[in-house]
């Protein structure tokens, strides 16, 4: 992709969602000077990889926050993205505003309960200081829930004990088997003895009962936790790592009949949206049968900016092929099981490679910045 990029007038790329994929998306827009608008809730990029450790340290959470206008200045627009309007081609905001485009990438992620994710129109300083909270909130537990035993559920659990290894941790999942079912059973295994390891209790097979009665991240001494095995006991604080989906808000009535039963956006090889040349899907929003990680998001990202880049000089357009399973679980900063490329891996190269840092050091530098000392 050498030489200079003759840009038509009228090109204008919009990216919806700042998330891992709209960062990469943006980057490399920017690299090759096509004007673009990134519009997140928030004004700054939350590094959530690092949520966790975020929750039980504090001073953590400012590090994975990291401001948009200082790396995008005038290309980027914080606001609430509630319609699309395929027609005249632009995205509505919940304000009324509307920024028109040629070409559009959606990257709106996936939504869950806090600590794991952060969704709303705020300041990164707000979000910082609902961290802080939360980390009071587990010091002052002396027993702590977590329900879901997925990825989220089990480096919860694992965070909570490392930092803190008197308190009890219980974690509920409804199924016997923890974590990803696309990791290799080995490896779903280990997670599971290191928690064992670190002294997590494990209530496997069982659901919560009386979830619609628990206030979660808040400390509440004595709450009664209820199973659909008949089991009773009480926590001080109950975490909810379980119930992410789609975030589909932005698309789901303008789009509506390319999505897929989750909510997510259905996609061709070139990750484009069904029926659509011009429109691509990027990260959790995109159907595309892989785990949803960040790593996946910057792929599919390059292969979005590639594919605009090439219908703007006439060449063919590249395809995305999904590959063997790599994910990395951080069990706290000490520890960490995982497998790449299919290959299972030793747990010092995981909690080298992503227990002790968490990328957060990836983040700052492709966002052009230096983290906070």
């Not at 450790?53 to 001073?59: I, N």
């Not at 290309?75 to 609430?80: A, I, K, P």
């Not at 994710?117 to 609902?130: G, L, M």
């Not at 009890?168 to 997670?191: N, Y």
Request: a neutral charge.
């Amino acid at each position: 992709m050498g030489g200079k990029l003759s840009i038509d007038d009228d090109v204008h790329v919009v990216i919806v969602g700042g998330g891992f994929g709209g960062i990469a998306a943006a980057q490399q827009l920017k690299h090759h000077g096509v004007p673009f608008m990134l519009i997140d809730l928030l004004d700054a990029f939350h590094h959530n990889v690092a949520a966790l450790r975020a929750s039980v340290q504090s001073g953590f959470a400012r590090q994975t926050f990291i401001p948009y206008k200082e790396t995008f200045g005038t290309s980027f627009l914080q606001g609430r993205v509630v319609r699309i309007d395929t027609t005249v081609q632009s995205v509505v905001l919940d304000d009324g505003k509307d920024v028109r485009y040629s070409h559009l990438i959606l990257c709106t992620g996936s939504d869950g309960p806090f600590p794991g994710k952060y969704n709303a129109v705020d300041s990164y300083q707000k979000a910082i200081e609902k961290y802080e909270n939360i980390v009071k909130e587990i010091q002052a537990a002396d027993s702590v829930l977590v329900v879901g035993g997925g990825a989220t559920g089990l480096e919860m659990a694992a965070e909570i004990r490392t930092e803190y290894p008197t308190k009890k941790v219980i974690l509920i999942h409804s199924h016997e088997a923890l974590a990803d079912p696309e990791l290799l059973p080995c490896v779903r295994e280990q997670a599971k003895q290191v928690l064992l390891e670190k002294g997590v209790e494990l209530l496997l097979g069982q659901k919560v009962s009386n979830m619609n009665e628990l206030e979660f991240s808040v400390t509440r001494k004595g709450t009664v936790v209820k199973t659909d095995k008949d089991e009773q006991f009480t926590v001080d604080l109950v975490i909810c790592c379980a119930g992410n989906k789609i975030n589909s808000d932005a698309y789901r009535s303008s789009l509506g009949g390319c999505l897929a039963e989750n909510g997510a956006l259905k996609v061709n090889k070139h990750m484009q949206i069904e029926g659509f040349t011009n429109i691509y899907a990027v990260g959790d929003c995109a159907n595309v049968s892989e785990p949803k990680m960040a790593y996946h998001a910057g792929l599919h990202a390059a292969v979005a900016v590639t594919n605009i880049i090439n219908s703007m000089s006439g060449k063919a357009l590249t395809s995305y092929h999904t590959g063997n399973v790599t994910m990395l679980l951080a069990m706290g900063r000490d520890d960490g099981v995982g497998q790449f490329n299919g290959y299972k891996l030793p747990r010092f190269l995981v909690t080298k490679g992503k227990s002790q840092g968490l990328l957060l050091w990836k983040s700052w530098r492709e966002m052009g910045q230096k983290a906070p000392s």
